[in-house]
Each structure stands twice: as structure tokens, then as C-alpha cells.
């Protein structure tokens, strides 16, 4: 069964969320970058989150992977808690070694790549499986150029980070993220680092996944890419959801003011 079949066909509360964000604080010092966000996306939904820049739509995505700690609050993937596990009734934190392993079925693309420079290509997209010991290194290789392949970049394998333009690193990135079959891929502005012209490319390939039925949390500033491919969009502000909802309600028919302020400014 498909996750478009389980979204079509299955009650929404029969069907486990794949992300669970609940009630999440997160702050630095006197500034409150995350003040009780919730939110809940379904397998295989693609949600997108836009919002100003400051309001912590990035800081989001990176305690949904953990990789920043909330102060109030917790985020659960495909049921399982992130960072913490339910003792007794409550929730004590986890060992790093397990937090490893959990953010290892939880992609992430970053804005700047993050490929290694001293790898090739094959090897950016093949480290993380063997790293993990989930695949040997032969078999990681070949699924990493199957994954070249699906990003269109089946002829760059033994080529370095340095060599591509940015548009191709950032699809390399997306390879590497794919690679570790994740059940969660989140996007923290996937194209904001690069030029114009290269823009498109990135997004036919997260167009290509959003339709694969894979679960995507996007975080962006394209609104007319929001409009084509997501199930969902949420707009943050001041580290509160303001609304969310269908594109074309949240899009074209926004209800809070603050909402219509940001559209305005950026349509």
C-alpha cells in the first residue's frame, strides 16, 4: 500500500503521523526563537513551512532532527520520540549513540550542501550507509549511483564537490540524504544558496520526490513551488504557527492579517 493510498483511503486517526511536533519552546538566552509549536504531518504528505526570515522555520526542522535540543516540548518520528525516551511517565534523554541512530532515518538537506570536499561524488553519496553498517561498501556504491542516476547526475559519480556547480552539489546532497531510505527527508531552503538559473533543477527533483509519496518537510521562501507541490502549508511568525492548511487556503485566501502582509511582500 502507498502512503497516497494509506492518505486517500485510511482516517487521518488511524494513520500515525510521520512527524509529531508537540508543543515545542526553544530558546536562546532572553530570545524565544520556537514559543509551543505543534504540528503533525502524515505519511507521505509534503508540508512546507513558510514564514520572515527570524522566525524559526529553520530552528524547527533542526530540533525535529535533534539537532537542537528544546527547552519545553518534543518531537516524535513515526511514533518513536526523538532525544528522549518514556520512563515511568516521562521523558529522559537518550544517549548520543541513539540519537545517532535516530537522525540517521531522518534525511536533511541544508541550505550550503555540506558535501565533503575530500569525497568524490559516489563516495558523498555511499559514506553514510557504510558509516552505519548497513550496507557494505560495494553495495552502497551501487545504490549510490542508482541515486545519481534518479537526481540526474548518474555521469558526475567520480567527480569532486568543487567541480559542480551549485545546483549540482545541492542534487548530490539530495542523493546522500536519499541514501539511508529515511522515512522523514526535511529541507531547510534548498535553493537559497543558489544562483537564479539554478534554482530549477533542485526543485524538479524535490518535485520528483514530493510525488513519489515520500514524507517532505520543506522550509522556503519559493511560494509558487509551496503552491505546486505541498499538501500543507504552514506559516510561521515569531516562532508561532500563525495558520496552516491546503495551499489554496492558505495562498489565496489567507485568514490572519499577518499572513497577508508576508504574501504580499513576497508574490
Sequence with gaps: MTAETLKADVP?????????????????????????VSLTVRPGEVTVILGP????????????????KPEIGHVSVNGEPIGVRRHGGRLREVSERTILSQRSRIGFVFQNF????????????????VATGRLTKPQAQDLARELLGRVGLADKAGAYPRQLSGGQQQRVAIARALAL???????????????????????????????????LVIVTHEVGFAREVADKVVFLDGGRIVEQGPPHEVLDKPRHERTRDFLSKVL
Excluded at 114 to 129: M, R, S, Y
Excluded at 182 to 187: C, E, H, Y
Aim: without cysteine; hydrophobic residues 45%.
Design 181 to 215: 531510505r529515511p522515512g522523514v527527508i526535511l529541507f531547510d531552503e534548498p535553493t537559497s544558496a543558489l544562483d537564479p538559473e539554478l534554482v530549477g533543477e533542485v526543485l524538479a527533483v524535490i518535485k520528483d520526490l514530493a510525488t513519489s509519496g515520500t514524507t
Design 114 to 129: 555540506n558535501l565533503f570536499p575530500h569525497l568524490t561524488v559516489l563516495d558523498n553519496v555511499a559514506a553514510a550507509p
Design 53 to 68: 526570515s527570524g522566525s524559526g522555520k529553520s530552528t524547527l526542522l533542526r530540533v525535529i532532527n535533534h539537532l537542537e
Design 12 to 36: 487521518a486517526e488511524v494513520v500515525p503521523a510521520a512527524v509529531e511536533v508537540h508543543d515545542v519552546h526553544k530558546w536562546y538566552g532572553a530570545h524565544r526563537v520556537l514559543d509551543g
